[in-house]
């Protein structure tokens, strides 16, 4: 089909061709005939030009009109929008069907929808596309009125009982349709991932809920779900979790159903579900009681987490170490939203007070969060759809003994959007959020596989969280690619270790999820099984960094500078002072060394301390051995109730570390490369030394 553009310089060339003709009219005079054959071209191609400007006509076509009565440029228009919304999406997108271009209500019957659901099924199966589609909420049926009318009667709330009522009819006569677009991988690279952590008070019913999300059964209200999820045998006695657990839920290729590793027939492996998944979401079971409480801080600073499931219970309230948990997610920038379990042995009256104490704490200065009661597809697909654009926190209530609430909180997990921002190939950040109505799409515009161009300038840095020992393969190391990409076959450094050196080694082999793959991108959690290297070598923290072409040793350094805000002390913070320093998977105890307050004080005597609520610029150096720090990263101090959360501003080199040290100690200490080194190999000595008596 020719657009303007082409008529454009179609006119252009019989303008041209014009000219020519009457240059030899001109020569006719001098007894030289006009060329027919050429006229007669010229006016057949202004012909087909003037033509061609009828089909453009089809492009001012109705939404309706392409959806109802489709043909082939219809359907090419439309996987067009798909595919650029599924470029925007990272893979999937939410498509609402309702309202036309010009917002006029489309006024679609019943019959009318199969054909709409059958058109856009034909448009995303197209090859460039090659997705699946999924109708998610129909605003004409009336399941879901009467469900959002009986939840509001089970909250007491009698007022909005009778506004939905009263407002039902008029919520009918304008029919909405959104529907789950995702693209099918090819393969398990391509596969789109979900990192969910899960943390709350202990006894909340953390493990309950994902043995009951996963396996798909419900629970005997004694816990028997949550046997399966346990690591260790004294969390099966004691009934608690004490140690970061991994669990695995997929959405099929065909409808976006359920895959589980387990059913009641059979167990399926983990690689399987991968095969069969177009999307996976990994829960990352945490320890909800306060002793493990360093165990859950860098289960969730070093996972890397999407979004955080702050479970509560509905008899006891935000109480106890779920307002740490809500505050480290609000500290590190995580998206939360709340489930409230056990409703089915909570009174009416308690489960009120939780609900007003948990919505109060969410509108807090603090916090700043909208809360949202979840309840129906209406109110899932919302949240789902502005819960990263806004500041939005959806509350779920269920019950892992009659299943209530359970279908609802599987839905808004499986539409959950890819939190992590893609750089495109312009420079430009694509939203997260892709639940627009398809009236709102722009003309489509090239936007390159955002993904790939990223990662081919980027460098490889991946974190280690995790160690493992594999028989017959050597070691094995899990964690996530925070940039770049690894191949299968890489010569990379690994580091830094004691003496804060890298040392070279090649990566033998790439599993996702228990699946041999080539390639891990960047946001994707991986193993690595690593060649010539032992357990000893490996510890959590370290790295994996790809190599430039001058194939230079990376560096690491024990000093660095942040920028933080003192969340609560009991007295000050001064020079010397040592917390426990959270960033990313380096977990190591810090001391004080500088500290330049940002906020204005009277009292100029004072600058050099730190109390509740203060922000200033603090110089950290690492106790016992160097780290490497990526600059930009956001980090978590603490000691004892004392926490604080910064972000990293610059990593000092070695002469500005020794500047650092002699000003901190006023003269009396300089810091000495060689004497720390010597300290490093005589602590690796001791250790290797008690490893090998045991």
């Known amino acids: 089909m020719t657009d303007k553009s082409d008529y454009r310089i179609t006119t252009a060339a019989g303008a041209g061709a014009t000219d020519t003709l009457s240059m030899q009219t001109a020569g006719a005079k001098t007894k030289y005939a006009v060329d027919t054959s050429l006229f007669d071209a010229l006016v057949d191609q202004a012909s087909g030009a003037a033509d061609s400007k009828q089909p453009a006509k089809t492009s001012t076509r109705a939404l309706k009109q392409r959806l109802l009565q489709p043909d082939d440029d219809d359907i090419v228009f439309l996987s067009d929008m798909l ?21 006029a209500d489309m006024d679609l019957k019943n019959d009318e929808v199969g054909t709409v659901t059958e058109t856009l099924t034909n448009a995303a199966q197209v090859p460039e596309v090659n997705a699946f589609v999924q ?3 129909d605003s004409a049926a009336p399941a879901e009125d009467a469900q959002e009318v009986t939840y509001a009667r089970q909250l007491g709330d009698a007022a909005k009982t009778k506004s939905r009522a009263k407002n039902s009819g008029a919520a009918t006569q304008t029919r909405v349709l959104q529907y789950l677009v995702r693209r099918r991988p090819a393969n398990v690279e391509e596969m789109l991932e979900l990192r969910v952590a899960v943390a709350g008070n202990v006894d909340a019913g953390k493990s309950t809920m994902l ?37 695995i839920l997929g959405f099929d290729k065909i409808n976006g159903a359920p895959v589980r590793h387990t059913d009641a027939r059979r167990k399926v492996g983990w690689d399987q579900v991968c095969s069969r998944s177009s999307k ?7 320890a909800g009681h306060e002793k493990y409480l360093k165990t859950t801080v860098f289960g969730i600073a070093g996972s890397a987490p999407d979004y955080l499931m702050l479970m509560i219970a509905a008899n006891a309230g935000l ?73 939005v926190c959806p509350i779920f209530q269920v019950s ?24 495109a190939a312009t420079g430009n950040v694509a939203p997260a959020d892709s639940a627009l109505p398809v009236s709102e799409m722009s003309s489509p515009t090239s936007v390159g596989d955002s993904t790939t161009d990223g990662e081919a300038d980027e460098t490889l840095r991946y974190d280690i969280n995790e160690i493992f020992t594999v028989p017959f393969v050597g070691t094995v190391v899990s964690g996530v690619v925070s940039s770049g990409r690894v191949r ?26 228990r699946a041999d793959v080539q390639t891990g991108h960047r946001g994707q959690s991986v193993s690595l099984a690593l060649k010539k290297i032992t357990r000893a070598q490996v510890r959590k923290g370290m790295v994996i960094l790809g190599k430039d072409e001058q194939n230079t040793m990376p560096h690491a350094s024990r000093t660095f500078e942040a920028e933080v805000v003192v969340l609560y002390h009991s007295t000050t913070i001064t020079m010397r002072y040592q917390a426990m320093v959270h960033c990313g998977a380096v977990r190591q105890t810090a001391r004080v060394l500088s500290i330049v307050p940002t906020d204005s004080k009277e009292d100029v005597g004072q600058n050099d301390t730190l109390r509740t609520g203060d922000r200033a610029k603090v110089i950290f150096q690492f106790v016992r051995h160097p780290e490497h720090i990526a600059v930009g990263s956001r980090l978590i101090f603490r000691e004892g109730r004392t926490k604080g959360v910064g972000k990293v501003l610059r990593v000092l080199n070695p002469a500005e570390e020794s500047q650092a040290v002699h000003a901190a100690t006023k003269g009396t200490m300089v810091f000495n490369p060689r004497t720390e080194k010597m300290k490093a190999e005589a602590l690796r000595h001791r250790n290797a030394s008690l490893r090998g008596n045991a």
């Open 83 to 103: 595919d650029r919304r599924l470029t925007e999406g990272q893979g999937e997108a939410v498509v609402e069907i309702g309202y036309d271009v010009t917002g």
């Open 135 to 137: 109708l998610l909420f």
């Open 211 to 247: 043995g009951v999300l996963t396996r798909g059964r419900l629970d005997d209200g004694r816990g028997k779900m949550r046997v399966a999820l346990f690591r260790h045998k004294h969390e099966i006695e004691s009934g608690r979790t004490s140690s970061v657990g991994m669990e």
């Open 280 to 286: 996976m979401v990994t829960f990352l079971d945490l």
């Open 319 to 391: 109480a106890g170490m779920a307002k740490e948990h809500l505050g480290l997610a609000l500290a590190l920038n995580i998206p939360v939203f709340v489930v409230i379990t056990k409703i089915d042995m909570c009174p009416p009256n308690v489960l009120d007070t939780t609900l007003k104490q948990l919505t109060r704490v969410l509108r807090s200065s603090g916090c700043r969060k909208l809360p949202i009661a979840v309840s129906d597809r209406k109110s899932v697909v919302m949240a789902a759809s502005r819960f990263v654009s806004q500041r």
């Open 400 to 423: 892992n003994v009659t299943g209530e609430g359970v279908d609802s909180l599987q839905t808004f997990i499986n539409i959950l959007p890819m939190s992590r921002p893609v750089v």
């Open 488 to 513: 299968l076959g890489d010569t990379v450094w690994l580091g830094p270790d004691f003496n804060g050196k890298f040392t070279t080694t090649t990566v033998r082999g790439i599993q996702r999820k």
